[in-house]
């Protein structure tokens, strides 16, 4: 296997069962998806402009999202393609990323001092926490 070509942030197994996923993030700025079963293989996934700092996969195993130093999240599809939908809305670094135990809503926490949360699976921005007297991790 090739891997990620800087430090490691995060990894995220895939739910549900027998271990057949994991994602991990890096500081070189992409994630990289790990197929276990049927056959070892790995995808790399590109489209954040700086570090990813945390990648997680849904509850659902059917999404995994990214944040990332360039202040969006992006949602992917856990297959070869890598397809992913962006979300904007951070003023800053984004830390950390979390979805419900429904799918049906992801939060996100950044350097901007709030916690956003959004609407799945219509990708819409929901409402801002805030009152943070620092980054949120």
Known sequence: FRGHKDTVTSVSFAPGGPMKQLVSSAVDGSLMLWNFKPQLRAFRFLGHRGPVYHAEFA???????????DRTVRLWLPNARGESTMLKGH??????V??????RQLITASDDKTVKVWSL????????LSGHSNWVR
């Open 121 to 128: 699976p219509s990708k819409r921005f929901r409402c801002t």
């Open 98 to 103: 979390s979805f419900s135990r429904d799918c």
């Open 59 to 69: 509850p659902s195993g059917q999404l995994i999202a990214s944040a990332s130093h």
């Open 91 to 96: 003023s800053g670094a984004v830390r950390s």
